[in-house]
């Protein structure tokens, strides 16, 4: 059983069960590319290249439960090949409430393996009584240091990219939106929040508004009740109200069979970036579900395979991956 999958499973037994609908919701958009699910190739753990792990980035006293100390951190992994590279910073998901580091260490290794510097890294969630500013405060803060020890890992600090999926998607996206970094891989986050479960089944869609629940609370704080109680924060929160010419190019992935996160979201966010002018790329995974949270048995692989990574390298390569003249 894959960490994501656990994660969902022990959730369920502590009394908050992640909403599944049972049905997907609508997801045809002619603006978007379609690629069909498919499990075979799967990419292997590569080679030569080099872990620093736990290395920490940020510290918040008094901030943690009981008053501990909140320290971030982040694992490292760096390529083979001698020079500076270009970094990319990995926000794994867990729906606001948890964000393990390391979450899709085979698909980082093997981008570092194409020559990235991949940082994957913790942020403050609802645990922390954190809000979405908080977390964008902790992605910069990451991005800052990693900036700052350049020298130490190999780093070109001028070519970044944000990679994340589900929450750490979502994050990437208003992080990576206002500009500042190079471009944006968003693996089925949310954007539009208050419609993060547009589409799904009532008792889906009622579980996941329900008051106090985790969306709520990581837009309006430890006190939030429902997710529209306050507009203006919402819009804000939104990383499409953000979107301009300046936003750097985005590649994003959605499942047509996801039932945690509707297509719906990352549609609105495709439009929004296309519509400000920025340079947007979508492609619909045709049956594939919500990343390695498996609702259904071996589906997490179709997101691991050597055609699907290599669209996100690619991307990297056409994006940050080369230094300019």
Known sequence: MNLPTLMTKLAALRGHPIPISTKPAPSDDPQSRSIQADSREQIRPAKGVRVVRNVEFARYEHAGTNGRDVRLRMDIMLPASPGEHPLVVYLPGGGFVMAPKIGGALMRRHVAAAGYVVASIEYRTTRHRATYKDGIA????????????????????????????????????????????????????????????????????????????????????????????????????????????????????????????????????????????????????????????????????????????????????????????
């Open 138 to 325: 902790d992605v910069r803060a990451a991005i800052a240091y990693l900036r700052e020890h350049a020298d130490e890992y190999g780093i070109d600090g001028s070519r970044v990219a944000l990679w994340g999926e589900s929450a750490g998607g979502y994050l990437a996206s208003i992080v990576g939106v206002d500009g500042g970094v190079g471009a944006v891989v968003n693996k089925f986050g949310g954007s539009a929040l208050e419609r993060l479960a547009e589409g799904f089944d009532d008792a889906s869609a009622s579980a996941t508004y329900a008051s106090g629940n985790p969306v709520a609370r990581y837009v309006h704080g430890p006190n939030g009740t429902t997710i529209d109680e306050d507009t203006a924060e919402l819009r804000a929160a939104d990383p499409t109200s953000h979107a301009s010419g300046n936003t750097p190019p985005f590649l994003i992935f959605h499942g047509t069979d996801d039932r945690l996160i509707s297509p719906i979201q990352t549609q609105i966010l495709h439009h929004a970036l296309r519509a400000a002018g920025a340079d947007s790329t979508r492609y619909l995974v045709i049956g594939a579900g919500h990343g390695d949270i498996a609702v259904k048995g071996g589906e997490e692989k179709f997101w691991t395979t050597v055609p699907m990574m290599q669209l996100i390298i690619d991307f990297l390569d056409g994006t940050i991956g080369f230094a300019p003249d």
